[in-house]
């Protein structure tokens, strides 16, 4: 099941099919001792790119995820598929919607031991995800809280996803998403660029994804797997 996989991941690297990443820094990604490689965005994903993406990064044995924001890009050779449900979303598409459209055409050949849903809670007002689903974003940690416990207790989610895109996250907000779970994995994400973020993330979370950073400093993004992973979680 890919949901016992995710429970081992501490670092993941996100590369994104719309952005240009050049063999050279694809290798550093690919040897750095990351968990796993996410292929995922939020626009201009296409099924050629997000191929073209995938064949570069199979050279190597890091596995690799696919992060589903579009049903015509779906690719079956992927290890899995992680299927983000934003639950902070304005647009009930992104709860549900665009799920159960994908759900409609592709129901019958889903491999479901290989997907494992994300609960997702955007908190960067400016990100680009947070203006594509309308996020509700401007959350108190009572709220994260209560989000978080919905996906673990409600809906049995294996991830829950707290996304700052682009910034780094409220230290506050992160606790607060912990605080609302017991198993389900916390996953974080947003504007980790030097080292003490990367151990900040680390020490808050379960697992740490870095995507940004990969594109304007390879070196350091290489450099965050092994401040993830010397740094001890704090105790929740
Ligand atoms: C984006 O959470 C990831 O979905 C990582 O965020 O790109 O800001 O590192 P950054």
Redesign the pocket.
């Known amino acids: 099941m890919l949901a016992e996989r995710v429970a081992s991941w501490r670092h993941v690297f ?1 590369l994104d099919p719309n952005r240009v990443i050049s063999d050279g820094a694809l290798d550093r990604i690919c040897r750095s001792g990351t968990d796993a490689v996410v292929i ?3 626009d201009g994903i296409t099924y050629e790119n997000t191929w073209e993406l995938l064949k570069r990064v199979r050279r190597y044995d890091v596995p690799c995820y696919q ?1 589903i924001s579009k049903k015509s890009a779906v690719i079956p050779e992927f290890d899995g598929f992680l299927i983000p449900v934003v639950l902070n979303a304005g647009d009930p598409h992104w709860v549900i919607g665009a799920h159960h459209e994908a759900v409609k055409v592709y129901g019958s050949f889903i491999p479901w031991e290989r997907v494992a849903a994300e609960g997702y809670v955007i908190l960067n007002p400016d ?1 680009k ?1 947070a203006r594509l689903t309308q996020a509700r974003s401007s959350l108190s940690e009572e709220e994260v809280t209560a989000y978080a416990r919905l996906a673990e207790h409600l809906f049995r989610m294996p991830i829950v ?1 707290v ?5 780094f996250g409220d230290p506050r907000l992160i606790r607060a998403a912990r605080a609302g779970i017991s198993r389900s994995r916390l ?7 030097t080292p003490e973020q990367a151990r900040e993330a680390a020490r808050l979370a379960d697992t740490v ?6 594109y304007y400093n390879v070196d350091a993004a290489v450099q965050t797997v092994r401040h993830v992973k010397e740094t001890p979680k704090e105790m929740s």
Do not use: R
């Not at 996953?187 to 660029?193: A, D, E, L, M, V």
């Not at 994804?209 to 990969?214: E, P, R």
């Open positions: 996100k995922g965005g939020t992060e990100s995800v996803y996304e700052y895109s682009g910034c996953f974080y994400g947003g504007g980790i660029s994804v870095v995507g940004n950073l990969i």
